[in-house]
């Protein structure tokens, strides 16, 4: 274990070009040699804290993590590389609260070293090859901005371009007022995003972290074809203060938490942090694993294609069999084009075999 | 006819959109469909009666309508829950979805809700998977989908029946990420600051058309829809209608895929130049 907590602290230096935050449950960065838990209040080295994934030796709290911090948990040592870092939020509102928007976009980032609430990119998790898009609670609250949206999207254009399996790593206030209804526009769009992987057959999985609510809990964080969540996650659409004041109902013990979310069937599993790394790769090797390793596809024609092509390819297929059948001719030319097409579809063109 | 939401300011609209005379979707069935239908139930627990469905004719063919339905007397409003959806609500939408498609039947969904109910049952019965559930499945349609915002456009309680093609809005309903109350509680700390939060949030029909969220604006008689209900519903049909008609010249498959880039392009980004985080961040306006 010593060594693969190394690699972590190393990965955390490589990536990161401040001095990496570590927050609070209440998102605030704490100073100090020693991190105090929040629950049991047991004092730790933060050095050891860390080394045990930001989760309590004593009674297995799992702390709010950053999202690079999050990636170098996850990832190959230095297999990771962002894409998309360059787009920028605007402000499309020019909106004023207490405080105008622009001014706590850039506090967001001077606070978490990054500029935005998503950070996006290729890696590589246990030797699979994979897309993996990490948000960041301390970042505005983690919310869905335009930002958040268009890197979701690209990641997924990415993930289906390669047929790489996409891992999201969820935690959000949901979505971000300041940008108004656009704002609740990404819901829309990263929901189209999933489409396009569902439809394109990639596997996607997603992780919930605390706090994950709102309109990314209602969005592509819930879609994922494996759905899991860290240990005393807060899992919700409305939060507690918003039920309590519109209905007057009380909560009861363990509500939205991701425990009770399992019970009720809305996950796959609540998994401690530190088998978090294992059991993605397992997921994503078992959801792509109906590819035999030599490269044959056990599958019909079109299995990894999108729908629409391999539907197409299909209908080719037995339209040739029907014309050769009934004497027509042409029925040789549209056999040999959807035999070509469906090779096309099983290893596209540049892919690597496996 | 004017545009009376440009001169009044955001508040006053959010006003008119919840004036307890407003027509609901039910008055807009009543005046717009023929024949109606009502369909009802998720088929898997119970009906919720804050969105209303069924079948039933507009002009001269069969269509699908689903709405919320939000009431007028207290009675209905208690019996409706406001037109805040359950997770019922929105897998019944659902189901008439899959019904539109299996039978190839335009979709037309009117909104008009303050947002999904925020209730524990509600919580536990899987409320935000049934938002984006609903979202998917409107998504996948090949058929053509019309929606019109006849009220309160409230958050992804009002989007889950918003994946359309076309996204009308009568000019004094109003469409946002969150109440403006909400919005106040949270950014001003104070509920009391909902007319700032309400400007802030753009959420008008004018507004939401330079935003290229929405396609067009209904016209509305003069002091709101409530004022002459007919005649409101006269200026939504021939919306609606006039949709309809472009929608039918694309394939079907091609109309997916136009509403797939519809909602791709939403949103306000630019690709930044300069190192990857500290740099200074153009947040001013688009350099475009």
């Given at each position: ?283 994503m090797r078992l959801l792509k694993g109906g590819v035999r390793n030599d ?15 391999g539907r197409r390819v299909a209908g080719e297929t037995r339209r040739a ?34 | ?31 717009l469909i023929g024949g109606f239908e009502e369909l009802r139930g998720d ?246």
């Amino acid at each position: 274990m010593a060594a693969s907590h190394s690699r972590v602290l190393r990965e955390v230096a490589a990536l990161s070009p401040l001095e990496v935050q570590f927050e609070s449950r209440n998102g605030a960065p704490r100073e100090g040699s020693f991190w105090s838990c929040p629950t049991c209040e047991a004092q730790t080295d933060r050095a050891e804290w860390r080394r045990a994934l930001s989760v309590c030796p004593h009674c297995g709290y799992h702390a709010r993590v950053g999202a690079r911090e999050r990636v170098a948990q996850v990832v190959d040592h230095g297999s990771f590389t962002e894409e998309w870092g360059r787009l920028r939020p605007l402000d499309p509102l020019k909106f004023v609260d207490l405080e105008a928007y622009p001014t706590r976009v850039r506090g967001a980032q001077a606070a978490t070293g990054l500029s935005e609430a998503i950070v996006v990119g290729t890696a590589r998790i246990e030797g699979v090859d994979c897309v993996l898009a990490a948000m960041d609670f301390g970042f505005m609250g983690g919310s869905m901005g335009s930002v958040v949206g268009e890197r979701f999207y690209r990641a997924v254009e990415r993930a289906v371009a390669d047929h790489t399996p996409l891992v999201a790593i969820c935690t959000s206030g949901g979505a971000r007022m300041q940008e108004g209804v656009l704002s609740l526009m990404q819901m829309a769009k990263t929901t189209f995003a999933v489409d396009l992987l569902n439809e394109a057959r990639v596997p996607y999985v997603a992780v919930l972290a605390d706090p994950c609510t709102g309109g990314v809990v209602a969005s592509f964080a819930t879609l994922a074809d494996i759905c899991v969540a860290e240990p005393g996650a807060r899992l919700y659409f409305s939060g507690p203060r918003v039920i309590r004041e519109t209905t007057r109902e009380e909560l009861p013990e363990g509500f939205a938490s991701a425990e009770r979310n399992l019970e009720l069937g809305h996950l796959d599993a609540v998994l401690p942090r530190a088998e978090l790394r294992t059991r993605l790769a397992c997921y994503m090797r078992l959801l792509k694993g109906g590819v035999r390793n030599d490269g044959t596809d056990t599958a019909a024609p079109g299995q990894w294609a999108g729908g629409d092509l391999g539907r197409r390819v299909a209908g080719e297929t037995r339209r040739a069999s029907e014309r050769a059948r009934r004497g027509i001719g042409g029925a040789r030319r549209l056999a040999e084009e959807a035999t070509r097409r469906a090779k096309e579809l099983v290893a596209p063109p540049g892919r690597e075999s496996e | 006819m004017r545009h009376e939401a440009r001169r009044h300011d955001a508040w006053v609209t959010v006003g008119i959109c919840r004036h307890k005379d407003r027509p609901r979707t039910r008055d807009y069935i009543e005046h717009l469909i023929g024949g109606f239908e009502e369909l009802r139930g998720d088929r898997l627990r119970a009906d919720d009666a804050a969105v209303v469905g069924g079948l039933g004719w507009f002009e001269s063919r069969a269509v699908v309508v689903v709405g919320h339905q939000k009431g007028r007397d207290l009675n209905e409003q208690t019996q409706v829950n406001f037109g805040m959806a359950r997770p019922e609500g929105y897998r019944k939408a659902q189901r008439l979805f899959a019904l539109a498609e299996r039978h190839r039947l335009p979709v037309l969904t009117f909104v008009d809700t303050p947002g999904a109910y925020p209730g524990v049952a509600a919580e536990e019965g899987g409320q935000a998977r049934a938002i984006a559930e609903t979202m998917l499945s409107m998504a996948r349609l090949t058929v053509p989908v019309v929606a019109t915002i006849i009220g309160e456009g409230g958050s992804g309680g009002a989007l889950a029946l918003a994946v359309a093609d076309r996204v009308l809005m009568q000019e004094n309903s109003t469409y946002s990420v969150i109440t403006p109350e909400g919005c106040a509680a949270i950014l001003w700390h104070d509920a009391k600051f909902a007319p700032q939060a309400a400007e802030a949030l753009h959420p008008t029909a004018s507004r939401l058309l330079e935003l290229e969220v929405i396609e067009d604006v209904i016209p509305e008689p003069r002091g709101g829809a409530h004022h002459n209900p007919s005649a409101a519903a006269a200026r939504v049909r021939v919306a609606i209608s006039d949709a309809l008609t472009e929608l039918d010249a694309i394939p079907p498959l091609e109309r997916r895929r136009l509403r797939r880039e519809r909602f791709r392009r939403l949103g306000s980004w630019i690709e930044g130049a300069g190192p990857y985080a500290m740099s200074a961040v153009p947040l001013g306006p688009p350099s475009t």
